[in-house]
């Protein structure tokens, strides 16, 4: 295969998919990405979808190569990379940055991201894997803190995880993940209950990123996700409402403990286990007095602290992945234009609260997609109502800047943008202060709607640092 300069293709489809191709066209003035499955909504001269890819079978993206050669492929999604999308490029002959699914099993696998901290002195909550319902509602019942319950696999809108105040909420957590399994195992998707139950923590979290090239980790900025649906951090976990970059307590000093603590030890420990891993790593952690404490690890960027991310980042990107291809990416620093970033997720929720008998709504259960979506429309001068393609509203450093990320939206076959899932938009503001930026994000939501639009109102609201700590204590591995 007979790679061709300056053409990528980003395997992907969510909003973070659209966050990375604008980061590479932006970085970079010769670049054309392929995004595939992609977003057909996207209005950039240099992000071309590819519609024919599927997340599900790397053979498409084999054969759209066949026609669009391209120098590397960017597989950034989870659903691809955890059943082998890495490994059947390569077999065909392209150059990819992503990892293997062995590597995307830290993600894929709870209990095997949780044992690999443990191995490699990563800390983590106290943990127990159990495949016995008997056994975890007894482990449940007899520890003395409160716990979080989770299931070992992907989930399809983040809910994988029951926060409890109380033994009983687990005991019932345990219960309706044994039920699902039960279910899938009967349609012949499931091999079997895999529970995990930690130590509930407690702390501001924080959404740790960086670029690996299998020897060398470049931090790119942390930022704050809000994993919760309601306001005031109330309701289920879904995949996320929106986030904040910089995180609030992002300080040289904390980057540095994050550094050592988390992103050092983590690459030893792939070097240790043999992991092929290439591209982004997302570390969730919990910041507590006793030291950063990893909740989970990702195979790739945050969905949607990319949006918030990569949009401030000012180094050629495909420059970047050359060098994680080279194995040379030691020593390179990344530029950022130091601007804060707030992005508000808007859903696909019910059609209308009033009538018992319409679709509850994302991510509550089953909802209306197909909605047409206004303030989308292309061309038209920049403005709060212009394209939905990024760098409108720009002030002159890249501040007072609004940007409309795609995720779940297609055309119809008259053109028209409808909804396609639950998290529809990201609409992110950019400015010098959060404050700024949250204004004029919230204030960009009023130009673009569609029936049944849900958004949390409060995201980035009454953000100030945590107070200092104090001498954090070490914090607690399991050897
Ligand atoms: P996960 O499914 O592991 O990504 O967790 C989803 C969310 O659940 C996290 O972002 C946290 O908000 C919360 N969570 C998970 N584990 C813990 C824990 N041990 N303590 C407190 N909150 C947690
Ligand atoms: N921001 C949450 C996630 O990407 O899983």
Redesign the pocket.
């Known amino acids: 295969m007979t790679p061709v300069s300056d053409k990528v293709l980003v395997i992907d489809g969510t909003g973070r998919g659209h966050a990375i191709c604008e980061l590479f066209t932006r970085t970079n003035p010769d670049v054309t990405v392929y995004y595939g499955p992609g977003c057909d909504v996207i209005d950039h001269p240099r992000i071309v979808p590819a519609g024919s890819v599927s997340l599900a079978d790397p053979a498409t993206a084999v054969d759209f190569l066949a026609t669009h050669p391209v120098e590397f492929v960017f597989v950034s999604h989870i659903d691809a990379l955890s059943q082998g999308y890495v490994e059947a490029l390569r077999a065909a002959g392209h150059r990819v940055v992503g990892p293997t699914a062995a590597a995307a099993a830290l993600e894929s696998s ?1 209990t095997r991201g949780k044992e690999f901290c443990r191995d490699h002195g990563i800390p983590v ?1 106290e ?1 127990e894997v159990f495949t016995d319902v008997a056994k975890a509602k007894e482990f449940l019942g007899s520890v003395p803190y409160r ?2 319950v ?1 299931t070992d696999g992907l ?1 399809p809108d ?1 809910d ?2 029951v ?1 409890c105040d109380t033994a009983a909420e687990a005991i019932a957590a345990v219960d309706r993940f044994a039920a699902e399994a039960a279910e899938a195992a009967a349609g012949g998707s499931s091999d079997g209950l895999r529970l995990v139950v ?5 702390g501001r ?1 924080i959404s740790v990123f960086a670029l690996l090239d299998g020897d060398s980790a470049l931090l790119f900025p942390t930022a704050m ?1 809000y ?2 649906t309601l306001e005031g951090d109330a309701g289920k ?1 879904c995949d996320g409402m929106g986030s904040v970059a910089p995180h609030p307590d992002d300080s040289p000093g904390l980057r540095e403990e994050l550094r050592a603590a988390l992103v050092d030890p983590l690459l030893r420990g792939l070097r240790a286990d043999g992991l092929d891993f290439t591209g982004f790593v997302y570390i ?1 952690a ?1 910041l507590t007095p006793r030291g950063p ?1 990893v ?2 690890i ?1 195979a790739r960027f945050g969905d949607s602290e990319a949006q918030v991310v990569l949009p401030g980042v000012r180094s050629d990107f495909l420059d970047l992945c050359r060098a994680v291809l080279a194995r040379d990416l030691g020593g390179r620093r990344l530029d950022t234009d130091g601007l804060a970033r707030c992005s508000v997720a808007l859903v696909q929720g019910c059609l209308d609260p009033a009538d018992p008998d319409a679709l509850i709504g994302w991510p509550f259960g089953p909802f209306a997609a197909g909605q047409p979506v206004r303030g989308m429309a292309p061309a038209g001068p920049a403005g709060p109502a212009g394209p939905a393609g990024p760098a409108e509203t720009q002030g002159p450093d890249g501040a007072d800047d609004t940007l409309v990320f795609c995720a779940n939206i297609r055309r119809d076959a008259a053109g028209t943008p409808r909804t396609s899932g639950g998290r529809v938009l990201h609409v992110v503001g950019a400015g010098h202060t959060l404050d700024r930026a949250r204004r004029l994000a919230y204030d960009r939501i009023e130009h673009v709607g569609f029936p049944g639009m849900r958004y949390r109102t409060d995201i980035g609201a009454g953000l100030a640092p945590a107070p200092a700590a104090g001498p954090a204590p070490r914090a607690r591995t399991r050897k």
Do not use: Q
């Open positions: 709870k909550p943990f716990c979080v989770k989930t983040g994988g995880s926060v930690e130590e509930r923590l407690t979290e996700d994993k919760r976990n969730g919990m404490v909740i989970e990702n």
